[in-house]
């Protein structure tokens, strides 16, 4: 029962993850001694009965470890195996198929990770998104595995604007943050601007409160103009008024 267990703990062959597949297969069937059945001096069924049981100890081995092949296996990946006539042939097959470097999935997953940025995803989904294509991309092409070093990079090239002085200000530390360690880094941070209002409405505050200068510069600029324009029309009815009463004298003074 433990061994079926260790077996359905292991995530199944599909067309994705043959390395991690192949490295955890090997180390069971290692560990359960059948790796000989594999790929090994067991590899081929004895010719004929003996007084030791030979022939029946080694169908026994053999029965255990098609079956833990072939319970880890996709449905559509198990077609190409079912008609194996050893276990060698049936891990030789699989070994071929999957093997060789999906030059195009490797270009696309390589074309998103140069792209990618962080956009509405918070700091730990951006983190785990990053982490899994460089993962398959490592799975695909094992000879050029992507250092913890470079993910780094990639991850600050993509995170959003706010995080850009923090970020700066951890670079110029002189022991460096993992890369576990920065992302916690960037929790918390992300943790304590939301607690603060949240930094990303920063932008938004300020592109309001230029509005409402914008808007009560202009208010005061109509209003200023209509008082000018009041005082103006005041001054011309005191004048009109003025040189009304400046008429009206000097008829008086013409008629003494």
Request: hydrophobic letters at 35%; one cysteine or more.
């Amino acid at each position: 029962m433990s061994d079926l267990q260790v077996v359905g703990g292991i995530k199944k062959l599909n067309h994705q993850n043959y390395n991690t597949w192949e490295t955890c297969m090997t180390s069971y069937m290692q560990g359960q001694d059948l790796w000989e059945v594999f790929n090994g001096s067991e590899v081929m069924q004895p010719e004929a009965k003996d007084s030791n049981g030979t022939l029946r100890k080694w169908k026994i081995k053999a029965g255990k470890a098609m079956f833990a092949l072939k319970t880890t296996i996709e449905e559509d990946v198990l077609e190409h195996i079912r008609d194996a006539k050893t276990l060698k042939e049936a891990w030789g097959t699989l070994a071929t198929l999957f093997s060789k470097k999906n030059d195009t999935r490797l270009q696309l997953l390589e074309s998103e990770l140069l792209s990618i940025a962080q956009c509405d995803m918070t700091v730990g989904q951006y983190f785990h998104k990053v982490k899994m294509i460089c993962c398959e991309i490592s799975e695909l092409d094992p000879q050029a595995p992507i250092a913890e070093t470079r993910m780094k990079r990639i991850i600050i090239h993509g995170l959003r604007p706010e995080f850009r002085g923090f970020v700066a200000a951890v670079q110029g530390w002189p022991n460096q943050p993992s890369l576990v360690e920065f992302e916690n880094l960037l929790t918390s941070q992300e943790a304590m601007a939301k607690q603060m209002g949240g930094v990303s409405l920063k932008g938004e505050e300020e592109a309001l409160y230029a509005n409402k200068s914008r808007g009560n510069s202009k208010q005061h600029t109509t209003n200023g103009s209509k008082r000018n324009h009041d005082k103006e029309k005041g001054h011309q009815g005191e004048r009109s008024f003025h040189s009304g009463e400046a008429s009206k004298d000097h008829g008086n003074n013409k008629r003494f």
